[in-house]
């Protein structure tokens, strides 16, 4: 089951702030997220576990409402290396398989 | 630290023909996996193992696809014979998963396969 992400693309101004979403309907184990710069391999950002815990790092922080079965990722006063394509994975309940979804481009404009 | 190995880094063959991608996970980590990610879109989980053995391939395409992990090391991925769609870049990651959850995956450059 592949999460849903979005918005699908956003383009933003250096300093601004930034929202991605990731749902599933399915009940969620945990949710991952990575970043993607074009041409690169994806690098890890950070897991949430089920249990509503808040993760940040530096200026890129996520939450997981397990009720509803999302996660948000939160960019504050983006930089210009934000830039690239967001992805969400997901590990379902019962299994331990990690699916991404099909990514959210960023792009940040100085 | 060496990150994840991955040869060759670009393939151009012509469909039907066969090839082979090789990885290298990070020393000690004991779970390696296989993503395909098609332009434009998520990578998509082909096999996952956990030293040696299979934990999941249920979306390996088992009539084109295999792969192997020999003695719980490197892995090689084989598409034979290889279709149009099977264009793509193929991810091998690797992660250390002590506790038994999926923990950080570390991914190789990946191998870019065009098939003419």
């Known amino acids: 089951q592949q999460p849903v992400q979005s918005p699908q693309a956003v383009i933003l101004r250096e300093g601004e702030d930034a929202v991605i979403n990731c749902s599933s309907s399915k009940a969620l184990y945990s949710v991952h997220w990575y970043r993607q710069k074009h041409g690169e391999a994806p690098v890890f950002l950070m897991i949430?576990?089920?249990?509503?815990e808040q993760k940040g790092h530096e200026k890129i922080s996520a939450s997981f409402n397990e009720k509803k079965q999302q996660s948000s990722l939160y960019l504050t006063a983006s930089q210009l290396s934000y830039s690239g394509t967001y992805f969400c994975g997901t590990e379902l309940g019962d299994r331990r398989q990690l699916t991404f979804g099909s990514g959210t481009q960023l792009t940040v404009l100085p | 630290e060496a990150g994840v190995a991955q040869s060759p880094r670009y393939k151009i063959i012509e469909k039907r023909q066969s090839v082979a991608f090789w990885c290298n996970p990070i020393?000690?980590?004991?779970?390696l996996y296989w993503y395909q990610q098609i332009l434009g879109q998520g990578p998509k989980l082909l096999i996952q193992f956990q030293n040696n053995g299979v934990v999941d391939d249920s979306q390996l395409p088992k009539d084109r696809f295999s792969a192997e992990r020999l003695k719980g090391v490197d892995s090689t991925l084989k598409i034979q014979p290889a279709k149009l769609e099977d264009s793509a870049v193929y991810l091998c990651a690797s992660s250390l998963d002590q506790t038994g959850n999926t923990g950080e995956l570390f991914f190789g450059e990946g191998s870019r396969l065009t098939v003419l």
């Open positions: 020393s000690g980590h004991a779970t």
């Open positions: 949430l576990l089920k249990g509503g």
